[in-house]
């Protein structure tokens, strides 16, 4: 079986303040979105601006710390690994 690797490291601004909740076991679970930006130059030399929005979720303790010290418009540094919804 060959090896794989599931890894992403974002850095951006929360795009509304975190939504902590817990599960029915008590796990607290957090959900915010964030921004990325992204400058490129396009082929007619005009300078564009590209934003992805990501929908982060953030379990146990850290969800509470996020929940504490972020706030919409914080600057963060996430690592994790990517999940797609379908």
């Keep these: 079986m060959a090896a794989t690797l599931n890894k992403v490291m974002l850095i951006g ?4 303040d975190p939504e902590l909740r817990y599960t029915n076991s008590g796990s607290p679970v957090v959900n915010f979105s964030m921004a990325t930006d992204e400058s490129f130059t ?14 982060i979720v953030v379990w146990g303790r850290q969800a509470e710390n996020c ?8 600057l963060v540094f996430i690592e ?3 999940q797609t919804d379908k």
Excluded: P
């Design 80 to 82: 994790g690994s990517l």
């Design 13 to 16: 601004r929360l795009g509304q």
């Design 67 to 74: 929940n504490n010290y972020l706030s919409k418009g914080s």
């Design 42 to 55: 396009d082929r007619g030399g005009q300078r564009q601006d590209k934003t992805e929005w990501h929908r």
